[in-house]
T-cell receptor, first 117, second 111 residues
Framework: NAGVTQTPKFQVLKTGQSMTLQCAQD?????MSWYRQDPGMGLRLIHY???????DQGEVPNGYNVSRSTTEDFPLRLLSAAPSQTSVYFC????????????????FGPGTRLLVL | KQEVTQIPAALSVPEGENLVLNCSFT??????LQWFRQDPGKGLTSLLL?????REQTSGRLNASLDKSSGRSTLYIAASQPGDSATYLC??????????FGPGTRLSVLP
């Protein structure tokens, strides 16, 4: 299994440009989520999905869109990038909504480093 | 709203030393607490999970404790090794809520 994969690893955007961060998992996990990590702050939840066709907002959803058409893929879209969206983005997946119990461990991708100029 | 802090932000120790990392949270009505490890350029890896009813968990040289009443958890690393160098994050889950992560402690173990 490849686990959770993310592309690209690094991206530079100009303010106002749009892009999609890709996330895929091959573990047949129902739950997938996107976090952003900023210096001096913990990971903050952007959006999450409990299954194909179902998405919901996390703590910091503004400026981001998601969709979940398949179990495997959960792309994150920036429609009009802003410098405040400069961050490292992590995708994670688990069998069900993570509670921390055995069997519900979150698996994290390697991250996408985004710089918005 | 749950808030999680970690002190210190960075720590440098010589190889072989025992060390303690701290995690504090503001809302003590937690469901569980997890410690993660993050290597540079990598995602997070779960290390230890403590349920709200537990006081500690151990895995090899790692021991995590939980004191809900004071809103604190510690991660104890025995006989540190250079391979332990990484950022350590704690994450707290309250009932019906998503995990809230701390900012992490960056650990360097010097040979």
């Amino acid at each position: 299994n490849a686990g959770v994969t993310q592309t690209p690893k690094f991206q530079v955007l100009k303010t106002g440009q749009s892009m999609t961060l890709q996330c895929a998992q091959d573990m047949n996990h129902e739950y997938m989520s996107w976090y952003r990590q900023d210096p001096g702050m913990g990971l903050r939840l952007i959006h999450y999905s409990v299954g194909a066709g179902i998405t919901d907002q996390g703590e910091v959803p503004n400026g981001y869109n998601v969709s979940r058409s398949t179990t495997e893929d959960f792309p994150l879209r920036l429609l009009s990038a802003a410098p405040s969206q400069t961050s490292v983005y992590f995708c994670a997946s688990s069998y069900s909504r993570p509670t921390g119990l055995a069997g519900e461990t979150q698996y994290f991708g390697p991250g996408t480093r985004l710089l918005v100029l | 709203k749950q808030e999680v802090t970690q002190i210190p932000a960075a720590l440098s120790v010589p190889e072989g030393e025992n060390l303690v990392l701290n995690c504090s949270f503001t809302d003590s009505a937690i469901y569980n607490l997890q410690w993660f490890r993050q290597d540079p350029g990598k995602g997070l890896t779960s290390l230890l999970l403590i349920q709200s009813s537990q006081r500690e968990q151990t895995s090899g040289r790692l021991n995590a404790s939980l004191d809900k009443s004071s809103g604190r958890s510690t991660l104890y690393i025995a006989a540190s090794q250079p391979g332990d160098s990484a950022t350590y994050l704690c994450a707290v889950k309250n009932y019906g809520q998503n995990f809230v992560f701390g900012p992490g402690t960056r650990l360097s173990v010097l040979p």
